[in-house]
């Protein structure tokens, strides 16, 4: 049973392009999270997803960032018009059910702005 | 809002001794706590796992303490060895979905 999958592992943008990073659950999950790691920082949640539905974007930036899990494939991260400041770590980690159990996490992708 | 800290931020160790890595919160109303390991560059490998209810886990060499009311959890590393080298994050999940994470202890086990 393959774990978390996140692509690409290294992304790199320059301002002002888009950032697009995938996130395959693991076999069997529905739920999904996105997670970010600034330099120096501890992990922020950021959103909450089950197929084709947002249940908790209380972290996400209001502006320029968007997520889905649509019915067929990977989760999604957007990022729109990139920033230096969003060059960090972004993990995804997914779940059976939510409550409390475990999350799985992938690897990672990791953002450099230029 | 739920903040998590962990101390230290950094320990460095040598190899056969044990440890205990420590981390509080501010608000006692979790589902459960997490310890993670992270190693760099890497993925989060999660180690234990405490529901809100029970008051310690046990995995191998690693044990994991949960006192609630004071917002305590420690993790408790025997015999240490080089391969335990890597940064610890603990995480509680508190009503909702987020987990709140601390900023980590980087441990450091020397040969």
């Known amino acids: 049973n393959a774990g978390v999958m996140q692509n690409p592992r290294h992304l790199v943008r320059r301002r002002g392009q888009e950032a697009r990073l995938r996130c395959s659950p693991m076999?069997?999950?529905?739920?999904v999270y996105w997670y970010r790691q600034l330099p120096e920082e501890g992990l922020k949640f950021m959103v909450y997803l089950q197929k084709e539905n947002i249940i908790d974007e209380s972290g996400m930036p209001k502006e320029r960032f968007s997520a889905e899990f649509p019915k067929e494939g990977p989760s999604i991260l957007r990022i729109q018009q990139v920033v230096r400041g969003d060059s960090a770590a972004y993990f995804c980690a997914s779940s059976i059910y939510s409550g409390e159990e475990t999350q799985y996490f992938g690897p990672g992708t990791r953002l450099l702005v230029l | 809002k739920q903040e998590v800290t962990q101390i230290p931020a950094a320990l460095s160790v040598p190899e056969g001794e044990n440890l205990v890595l420590n981390c509080s919160f501010t608000d006692s109303a979790i589902y459960n706590l997490q310890w993670f390991r992270q190693d760099p560059g890497k993925g989060l490998t999660s180690l234990l796992l405490i529901q809100s209810s029970q008051r310690e886990q046990t995995s191998g060499r690693l044990n994991a303490s949960l006192d609630k009311s004071s917002g305590r959890s420690t993790l408790y590393i025997a015999a240490s060895q080089p391969g335990d080298s890597a940064t610890y994050l603990c995480a509680v999940k508190i009503t909702g979905n987020q987990f709140y994470f601390g900023t980590g202890t980087s441990l450091t086990v020397i040969p």
């Open positions: 076999k069997g999950h529905s739920h």
